[in-house]
């Protein structure tokens, strides 16, 4: 299978930097999911002139957590393993994945809550992301909570969602925001795409239709 390397440019005038900083803000980027019930800032990012967010897609990690399902929580990771498309998953009340069986539908990682020890766990993907061509922590991209005995499915998309927010976090559910995002997608026929930060319009704008 092809490995598609997306490149996110992040550009933010000199006047706006000041602002942004001295607001206490953070460039956060989300990936949209389908499946993904939480919103989940993928990456929280310390604004510069100039910033760029790259990965290779398909390199997905399932992981289980014990974290609260809200707003605010950073989601810490109790087990994980490494996740393909097409693929399927049962967590064990041992706190383990088994190995992955073949599924129908090849764009989606589905995992089945076999954990009777507690009525919920929390499921979701973290794919690896460079900041400025420096691999970061892998973090989560999006977060599902699972009662035990069921199934949930994850379906990642191409689409990339960036807006300013203060003391964002990597790996934390956040609230929607309620203005000011982008959304930009993603694919193997468009792998870059390039946004400048408008002051006009509060948020980041690029030159694509």
């Known amino acids: 299978m092809t490995t598609t390397t997306y490149t996110l440019t992040l550009n933010i005038p000199e006047s706006a930097l000041r602002q942004i900083l001295a607001e206490g803000q953070r460039i956060a980027v989300a990936r949209q999911n389908h499946g993904g019930l939480a919103d989940v800032a993928w990456a929280g990012i310390e604004p510069a002139q100039r910033t760029t967010v790259g990965w290779n897609d398909g390199g997905y990690r399932l992981y289980a957590s014990d974290s609260p399902l809200a707003p605010g929580t950073h989601i810490t990771q109790k087990a994980g393993t490494l996740a393909t498309l097409g693929s399927s998953y049962v967590f064990s009340t041992a706190g383990s994945f088994g190995p992955g069986t073949a599924t129908p539908a090849s764009d989606t990682i589905e995992v089945t809550n076999d954990d009777t020890s507690q009525p919920v766990t929390l499921f979701g993907l973290?794919?690896?992301?460079?900041?400025?061509?420096?691999?970061?922590?892998a973090a989560p991209f999006c977060a599902l909570g699972a009662h035990a005995g069921t199934s949930e499915s994850?379906?990642?998309?191409?689409?990339v969602i960036v807006w300013l927010a203060r003391g964002v976090r990597s790996g934390s559910i956040v609230d929607p925001p309620p203005?000011?995002?982008?959304r930009v997608e993603l694919s193997a026929q468009k792998p870059a795409v390039s946004l400048t930060y408008s002051e006009h319009q509060g948020r980041f704008v690029g030159t694509d239709p």
């Open 126 to 137: 973290t794919e690896a992301v460079f900041v400025n061509r420096l691999e970061q922590a």
């Open 154 to 159: 994850f379906t990642p998309t191409g689409e």
């Open 179 to 182: 203005f000011g995002e982008t």
